[in-house]
């Protein structure tokens, strides 16, 4: 896809985006005990969810971060939207996964926002699959009994994520030797 001039904007930055499921089926995980001791958690299986949207730059630490209902066009149209009105003067390049609803038609892509797209199958190229690897590791071992708990937890873990944090999750080498190649 080609890039979009952003000529008329003061700032250019990288964003690499992605989705999330949270949910209230409980996340076994490892936790500390006493050697032999099997660890003792709360656990329910329901399948209720709502995910996360984001978006994190691994040059600035800056991030939006989304919870929404549905994983769909309609709902990444909303993201999109947001993510166009943080720092308005900025020009972003989003780099994202090949999702069905992130080619979708219906999509009007902000003027400030170009989408670029990794190889299929290739998460291993998304840092922001290391942001939801930390996110979720804060969940393990925990029972949210509603869908609001859950809200309420994910928007203070979202609140404590430090720029430096983004920086140092998602500051993968291949993005910086490509920012900075020369002939």
Known sequence: MALKSPVKYSEINLYFQDESRFGLFTKNGKAL????????????QVFQSTYL??????????????????????????????????????YKIVVLDNGAFHHAKKLKIPENISLLFLPPYSPELN??????ARYKRTFTN??????????????EVVKNTSKDTVISTCAYNYIFEGLFWTN
């Open 33 to 44: 005990t006493a050697r032999g001791v099997k660890p003792i958690c709360p656990f329910q």
């Open 53 to 90: 949207f984001g978006a994190f730059s691994p040059i600035t630490g800056d991030k939006l971060l989304l919870e929404l209902p549905h994983c769909n066009a309609d709902w990444f149209q909303i993201f999109l939207d947001h993510l166009s009105n943080l720092h308005p003067n900025e």
């Open 127 to 132: 840092p922001a699959e290391k942001m939801w």
């Open 142 to 155: 925990r029972l949210h009994k509603s869908l609001e708990q859950l809200s309420i937890f994910i928007e």
